[in-house]
């Protein structure tokens, strides 16, 4: 009876791995499908549009990272405690990835700052911003404690980024068998994630860019009253060189009276 059994169990297992088997060839032979028809209407699209509406290919994956990511939070809303603001970010940096080619490795808070999702009760995406940040504060903490333990700087390995084209229109240019393919080399460069000193560097950078948008304020001050004045000037001038003429005039009026006395 236990080699029956056994037996059975071995069939069981035979049969539902190779239902699994089946199950995942067709799945990614309905994902290669569906990366074909993606990569063939993005390419088409692309072409048709980019000389009207280019910025939207800046902004394309953000647009359909906001619409997968609303789509889950309304489709599972008893899963609802797991999308957070890791899932956002993963979501950014596939899709950067599928769309742009380079991959957004250090997505931050601000990236998402025009993200709204309002159900009746306030914007559910600054919720999650709060929690994100205090929880970025923990780990920060025992990142800390780890490197002092350590006496060292705990440092995140490189990732290097292959720039060229984007995943579809590699995956186009693939499919279709464009000799064009490779006359852009590949180039490729390593990426680290955001540091302290980064974040400094970011923010020294934003007061030089805000100390030369006041001195270009200032300027564009010095350069409308300047304007005035020249204006002024000019207004002043045209009077000066109006009287001058009427002077003028009545100088040879003069002068015509006191040649007309002298012929008499």
């Known amino acids: 009876l236990s080699d029956k059994k056994d037996e059975e169990r071995k069939k069981m297992e035979e049969l539902k791995k190779k239902d699994d088997e089946e199950k995942q060839k067709k799945n990614n032979e309905n994902k290669e499908q569906l990366l074909d028809r993606l990569s063939a209407n993005f390419v088409s699209f692309f072409i048709r549009e980019r000389s009207k509406n280019s910025f939207i290919f800046t902004s394309f994956y953000d647009l ?14 008893k899963s609802r405690s797991i999308f957070d603001i890791d899932l956002i970010f993963m979501l950014l940096e596939e899709f950067s990835g599928l769309f742009n080619g380079p991959r957004i490795r250090n997505p931050s808070i601000e990236l998402i700052a025009h993200w709204s999702l309002d159900l009746g009760t306030g914007n559910i995406i600054e919720s999650l911003k709060t929690k994100y940040q205090e929880n970025l504060k923990l780990r920060k903490t025992v990142s800390k404690a780890a490197s002092e333990e350590l006496k060292t700087d705990v440092k995140k ?27 852009v080399k590949v180039w490729k460069c390593k990426t680290t994630d955001h540091t302290a000193m980064h974040k400094k560097d970011v923010e020294k950078f934003g007061q030089f860019v805000q100390a030369a948008q006041t001195i270009q304020a200032k300027n564009e001050e010095k350069k409308k009253s300047l304007v005035k004045a020249i204006a002024k000037e000019r207004e002043n001038l045209g009077k000066v060189i109006k009287e001058c ?13 006191i040649q007309s006395l002298i012929h008499i």
Do not use: G, M, W
């Open 157 to 183: 390995p490189q990732k290097i980024e292959a720039i060229r084209y984007s995943q579809l229109v590699d995956r186009y240019l693939l499919t279709h068998k464009y000799e064009c393919k490779n006359l």
């Open 245 to 257: 003429n009427a002077h003028i005039s009545r100088l040879e009026k003069h002068q015509k009276e």
């Open 64 to 77: 359909i990272s906001q619409a997968v990511f609303f789509s889950l939070f309304f489709a599972y809303p």
